[in-house]
């Protein structure tokens, strides 16, 4: 852990940003959200809980950061699987895809699970609305790749099958990832349906 000066410099600012991003993110790869607390992650940083705030009003604020940080990522990576000269893209092409790009990255589909319902709950407008014209922006030039590569697609409905997309991974998430509770009901045979890997 390192034990940080007060940044002054805007490029200082920067590193500090992305620092408490980068432990955040390694944090909740191991401890779920309702128990990752500021003060953990200012800890593993170095930093005073109080100096957090400068960067992050919220807890929220922060793992929106990370959602943001997230997304544009898995984005880029569909973008680019979506570039490349495939013979031919059909939905089932287009399913694996999907599927590949979000297996690799279970921090984001837990993230996306608790989006709407937890993480744009605690923030400023500022804050939302620049995230949600980064991810209508993404989704719009994704669907747009889309559309080309799925001919039977008309103009925006490249952007409205990725947000059903998402629809299907935060419903998913939940079934796949249910309560302590929950999970030890489906063990019993005759809820076996229920189970979803």
Not at 33 to 62: D, H
Not at 170 to 176: D, K, N, P, T, V
Request: net charge positive.
């Amino acid at each position: 852990m390192a034990t940080y000066q007060r940044a002054r410099k805007a490029g200082e600012k920067l590193q500090r940003r992305q620092a408490i991003l980068d432990a955040a993110w390694y944090m909740y790869q191991s401890i779920p959200y309702e128990s990752l607390a500021m003060a953990s992650v200012a800890e593993r940083v170095g930093l005073a809980k109080g100096t957090m705030y400068l960067y992050f009003a919220t807890k929220e604020e922060l793992f929106l950061a990370l959602a943001d940080r997230e997304l544009v990522a898995w984005f880029a990576d569909v973008y680019a699987r979506l570039s490349d000269e495939q013979p031919t893209w059909n939905i089932p092409a287009l399913s694996r895809t999907i599927c590949a790009t979000l297996d690799v990255r279970p921090g984001l589909t837990r993230l996306l699970a608790i989006l709407s319902t937890v993480l744009e709950r605690n923030i400023d407008l500022e804050s939302a609305t620049r995230f949600k014209r980064m991810v209508l922006a993404n989704m719009q030039r994704v669907g747009a790749l889309l559309e080309r590569r799925l001919p039977f697609l008309a103009a925006g409905e490249g952007t409205q099958t990725l947000l059903r997309c998402y629809a299907l991974v935060i419903g998913l998430r939940h079934l796949a990832d249910p309560a302590p509770v929950v999970r030890e009901a489906l063990q019993q045979p005759d809820l076996a349906p229920f189970n979803i890997s």
